[in-house]
């Protein structure tokens, strides 16, 4: 089962616009991770806010984490035609060792040029 | 190496057969994760090594799947009897030495498998 549930499943903007998505989860975290996967092709690691923190940064990604709400949000600013992708989040709930990631389902996202 | 690698790509097999997925994952990295991707999903956890000890396989959906790393480094997921509903994306990820928790884990570019 999957504990991520992810919003909207399904986005298309135009090119230079923002696009927002967000993650909703059930269970306790250690940490909160954002893939990306093009169509056909494996998983890349985006960024990871860890569950003291409440915003991360990273060239045109932002991320935010509200662990009283059991949210996070993934912000691309300026976005382009190569941004479009599925993204995932990804939560680490793991009491020890394994650091197991259960993932949502994912946002298709497409920029339109 | 430069990243995780995983083979074959694609794999067709029929009904019945078994199938043998290979992972390589990045030379020094202890942690390896097996995921299974159903089309139009997220990822799903199967099972998880430590070097070559099997910490957690409570993800493999039955009996029929099995991995394996025997000397801590290539893994191989072997699947027996397929069936159709084994169609899908097998993932394996691998994670920095155990003790650093990064937590970040680098995936591979997946085997799609396909059962007729």
């Known amino acids: 089962s999957q504990q991520g549930e992810e919003d909207p499943q399904a986005l298309s903007i135009q090119e230079g616009e923002n696009a927002t998505m967000n993650c909703s989860y059930k269970t306790s975290i250690n940490n909160l991770q954002w893939y990306r996967q093009n169509s056909g092709r494996g998983l890349v690691h985006l960024i990871l806010?860890?569950?003291?923190?409440r915003e991360k940064h990273s060239g045109r990604l932002r991320v935010t984490l509200d662990t009283s709400k059991k949210s996070s949000s993934l912000l691309i600013t300026a976005s382009r035609a190569a941004d479009t992708a599925s993204y995932f989040c990804?939560?680490?709930?793991?009491?020890?060792?394994?650091?197991?990631?259960?993932f949502g389902q994912g946002t298709r996202l497409t920029i339109n040029p | 190496g430069a990243g995780v690698s995983q083979s074959p790509r694609y794999k067709v097999a029929k009904r019945g057969q078994d199938v043998a997925l290979r992972c390589d994952p990045i030379s020094g990295h202890v942690s390896l994760f097996w995921y299974q991707q159903a089309l139009g999903q997220g990822p799903e956890f199967l099972t998880y090594f430590q070097n070559e000890a099997q910490l957690d396989k409570s993800g493999l959906p039955s009996d029929r799947f099995f991995a394996e790393r025997p000397e801590g480094s290539v893994s191989t997921l072997k699947i027996q009897r397929t069936q159709q509903e084994d169609s899908a994306v097998y993932l394996c990820a691998s994670s920095t030495p155990w003790g650093a928790r990064t937590d970040t884990q680098y995936f591979g570019p997946g085997t799609r498998l396909t059962v007729l």
């Open positions: 990804a939560t680490d709930a793991s009491v020890q060792g394994a650091q197991k990631l259960v």
């Open positions: 806010i860890r569950s003291n923190e």
